[in-house]
T-cell receptor
Framework: QKEVEQDPGPLSVPEGAIVSLNCTYS??????FMWYRQYSRKGPELLMY????GNKEDGRFTAQVDKSSKYISLFIRDSQPSDSATYLC??????????FGKGITLSVRP | NAGVTQTPKFQVLKTGQSMTLQCAQD?????MYWYRQDPGMGLRLIYY???????DKGEVPNGYNVSRLNKREFSLRLESAAPSQTSVYFC????????????FGPGTRLTVL
């Protein structure tokens, strides 16, 4: 079992839809949880981050962590065509290395 | 402030050829990383350098070598390229901190024939 599992996708939704992206993990040492967004032919960029369990909201984006279930989610409200990208979850424990999910490609149709 | 830069952007090699991918950052970051990204495989860590003068293997180091030339520069070398090394290579850097936010370069698309 890989340390981080992410729904493979791809995912296609109409503009305005609520999108839910999810990852599960197996390593109990992970404490810091992040979502990176990667546009086509670009490098990933940090979108959101959370520490331990709980929710964090930033505009249309909400990151949620449930450490008891080892499950993290990213919700996108009122999705826009500009949200079309690949989303990668990432997490780390006590060292400097990040462990990434495989990424899911989201397409928002106008 | 250019962030993380990588050269070249594209490269085609024949099996057995060697090449060096260059990476530089101007953010005074301590740690630098090399990843490869393949369809369906996500980002996989090849090598990293926690600080100037140190390098460590990541998840997929075979067939690669690295050099942390100074604080700014971290190069990745393929001594004898193989078709399995066809991939997109990303360099990243971070100053550390709780979330260890990594700043990525634009990538190098490498094809090995």
């Amino acid at each position: 079992q890989k340390e981080v599992e992410q729904d493979p996708g791809p995912l296609s939704v109409p503009e305005g839809a609520i999108v839910s992206l999810n990852c599960t993990y197996s390593n109990s040492a992970f404490q810091y949880f992040m979502w990176y967004r990667q546009y086509s032919r670009k490098g990933p960029e940090l979108l959101m981050y959370t520490y331990s369990s709980g929710n964090k909201e930033d505009g249309r984006f909400t990151a949620q962590v449930d450490k008891s279930s080892k499950y993290i989610s990213l919700f996108i409200r009122d999705s826009q065509p500009s949200d079309s990208a690949t989303y990668l979850c990432a997490m780390r424990g006590g060292n400097s290395k990040l462990t990434f999910g495989k990424g899911i490609t989201l397409s928002v149709r106008p | 402030n250019a962030g993380v830069t990588q050269t070249p952007k594209f490269q085609v090699l024949k099996t057995g050829q060697s090449m060096t991918l260059q990476c530089a950052q101007d953010m005074n970051h301590n740690s630098m990383y090399w990843y490869r990204q393949d369809p369906g495989m996500g980002l996989r860590l090849i090598y990293y350098s926690a600080s100037e003068g140190t390098t460590d293997k990541g998840e997929v180091p075979n067939g690669y070598n690295v050099s942390r030339l100074n604080k700014r520069e971290f190069s990745l070398r393929l001594e004898s390229a193989a078709p399995s090394q066809t991939s997109v290579y990303f360099c990243a850097s971070t100053s550390g901190g709780s979330y260890n936010e990594q700043f990525f370069g634009p990538g190098t698309r490498l094809t090995v024939l």
